[in-house]
């Protein structure tokens, strides 16, 4: 079902689930670090016309904070802070998810740090009894899951000693051309995934290609929270979410996560189509 969007772009209900909440920058950051943070924001692009009622292709994938984009940013401004960019002639898909307790269950939440990556993927490949013989692993999640079963939680006073142990590890994840399609394929992790719980700004080409880029930048471009959530349908992840024909006008849509929740109800479990911004 196509729809035609009025010029109440970015207005917010007054009858608004969620609203902003008035925390300043600081406990704004702790909140959306907590394990019990539950208001995620999506941005991707799909080919024209593809039905959408999923929230990942692979067995896990990424979003942000929703709460980092209250008061609206611009689509160019999201793409670049969450390390996309910008796709012509695809798509724009605007997804946020505020599951329930039930909901998230199923979708299993993580701040998308090395060591809850680790612990994902360990559980996803291996099972609760670590074993990486489970049939039907392809070579590539073989190697990444004996190299998450591994890792060990250590604690240290030396903090650069204890996130030293854990970038040589993640290191190897991507030895081989088999095990980084893995990464790519089931969980959206590119090279330029830190694993800080950061997305890195800016780290995508226009080709879609990792960006040359020192540590200093890196550390200094990791700006807005990422997490990685199981696949599941829309509906069973508690989100909404609307999908927009690109063009220019799109470059400076305001992306408000208020608008997104009220006017993106899913049309039959799918994605609700926009025809147009005019």
Avoid at 43 to 59: E, F, P, S, Y
Avoid at 159 to 173: E, H, R
Avoid at 215 to 230: A, C, D, G, T
Wanted: glycine letters at 6%; one cysteine or more.
């Amino acid at each position: 079902m196509m729809l035609l969007l009025n010029t109440a772009l970015s207005s917010t209900s007054a009858n608004a689930i969620v609203k902003q909440n008035g925390l300043n920058g600081a406990a704004l950051r702790n909140q959306s670090r907590s394990s019990s943070y539950d208001d995620f924001l999506r941005v991707l692009w799909v080919r024209t016309g593809t039905n959408i009622d999923q929230i990942a292709l692979g067995k896990r994938t990424f979003f942000t904070a929703s709460s980092f984009f209250e008061p609206p940013t611009t689509v160019d401004h999201l793409l670049y802070y969450v390390g996309n960019y910008y796709r012509p002639g695809q798509d724009l898909v605007l997804m946020r998810c505020i599951p329930d307790l039930e909901q998230r269950i199923i979708v299993q939440p993580i701040l998308a740090t090395w060591p809850n990556t680790f612990d994902a993927i360990a559980n996803d490949l291996a099972g609760p009894n670590r074993d990486c013989t489970t049939p039907g692993l392809t070579p590539g999640e073989l190697e990444i899951c004996n190299i998450a079963i591994h890792y060990q939680d250590i604690t240290t006073t030396l903090y650069t000693q204890g996130l030293a142990a854990i970038f040589d590890l993640a290191a190897q994840m991507f030895a081989t051309t088999e095990s980084t399609k893995a990464l790519r394929d089931d969980y959206g992790i590119f090279p330029a995934f830190s694993g800080l719980g950061f997305a890195v700004q800016e780290s995508s080409t226009t080709t879609g290609d990792p960006v040359l880029m020192p540590p200093s930048q890196i550390l200094r471009n990791s700006v807005v929270p990422e997490y990685l959530l199981k696949k599941a349908s829309l509906t069973d992840a508690g989100c909404r979410c609307v999908q927009i024909p690109e063009n220019l006008s799109l470059h400076q849509f305001p992306v408000d996560p208020n608008w997104i929740w009220n006017f993106g109800e899913l049309d039959h479990g799918f994605c609700r189509r926009v025809l147009t911004l005019n």
